[in-house]
């Protein structure tokens, strides 16, 4: 199984660890072309600088090289493999070389938003929370002064927020009550529509071209949806699909990679959000048993409908 060689032949599949120059491990990978492979981390990677030396063990076949690739990453743990890891927190950004591309944050010691936004900032986060539960009348206006040290006007400003989100309603002579802008439906899947909003085939973008280490000439058919709950768009969904013939096997993991950030226009307009509501973008990756990537899908659903929900097994004790 193992090969002093530095290249296989095109049936083999070597599985790859680098290090750095206290053998710290870096990174666990596969490929039938090493060389070819490390070209393109030095291009793409930021660490690959950190690499000091290697070791490469070659299988018979990718899936076996895929096989070995997995359990190497969940038991050595390398510092820059993130799939396959029961959980990972990662920088948004790479860090920037130069220093000129590193500003100093401004310091945030006090809250400049308006008074109404702040106010309905409170009251969404006791909503969506549970801690004021759905039913439940919220603070009246004599109360919200008080409570917030605002105007009458302000308070009427950050209600009217809250119902546009759809947390919030008012009833005549009895006040706003505590609401839920989720769609009755939204958990049953035989009740979801589905809409193409465009499709085609081409190149990969290249945030998903280095995300997943995939050469610049692959290709992929890809579908882009909105997802609807009782008529109410709940999901943007762009799905792509590499050819068939290059899949190993059917999907037998998925790694999902969260980011939190402001809508686009298009995503604002898509998912008819309010002008304060984040989107949660998830780029999930469906792989086959040699962990070659056979489906990604990039999720964008709004911030007051949808939340992720993971359950992650302790790591057994050695």
Not at 13 to 23: K, P, S, V
Not at 91 to 103: D, G, I, K, N, T
Not at 175 to 181: H, I, K, L, N, T
Request: net charge negative.
């Amino acid at each position: 199984m193992n090969s002093a060689s530095d290249e296989g032949t095109s049936e083999r599949t070597a599985l790859y660890r680098l290090y750095d120059d206290a053998e710290q491990l870096l990174y666990v990978g596969i490929t039938s072309r090493p060389k070819e492979r490390m070209r393109q981390h030095a291009g793409d990677k930021h660490w690959y600088r950190e690499v000091s030396f290697r070791e490469i063990e070659w299988f018979d076949s990718r899936e076996e090289a895929g096989q070995a690739e997995v359990e190497a990453i969940r038991t050595e743990r390398p510092l820059h493999n993130h799939q396959h890891l029961p959980s990972s927190v990662l920088a948004l950004l790479p860090v920037a070389e130069s220093p000129s591309l590193r500003p100093r944050l401004k310091q945030v010691d006090h809250d400049e938003r308006p008074e109404a936004q702040r106010m309905a900032a409170e009251l969404r986060a006791l909503i969506m929370s549970g801690d004021i539960s759905i039913g439940d009348r919220l603070p009246t206006t004599a109360e919200c002064e008080s409570r917030f040290k605002v105007s009458n006007v302000t308070v009427q400003r950050g209600l009217k927020k809250l119902k546009a989100e759809g947390f919030a309603v008012g009833q005549t002579g009895r006040g706003v009550f505590a609401a839920s802008p989720t769609p009755a439906s939204i958990e049953d899947t035989s009740r979801l529509t589905l809409q193409t909003m465009s499709e085609g085939e081409g190149p990969l973008p290249r945030s998903l071209r280095t995300a997943l280490a995939i050469p610049e000439e692959q290709t992929a058919t890809w579908e882009e949806l909105v997802v609807r709950a009782d008529g109410w768009p709940v999901r943007l969904v762009t799905i792509y699909r590499f050819p068939a013939s290059e899949a190993v096997s059917a999907a037998v993991s998925h790694t999902e990679q969260i980011t939190v950030r402001v809508p686009t226009g298009k995503e604002l307009i898509a998912l008819n959000l309010s002008e304060d509501l984040p989107i949660m973008r998830i780029m999930r990756v469906s792989s086959d048993a040699a962990g070659c990537p056979t489906e990604v899908q990039i999720i964008i659903e709004p911030g007051n409908i949808c939340r992720r929900e993971y359950t992650i097994d302790a790591p057994a004790e050695q």
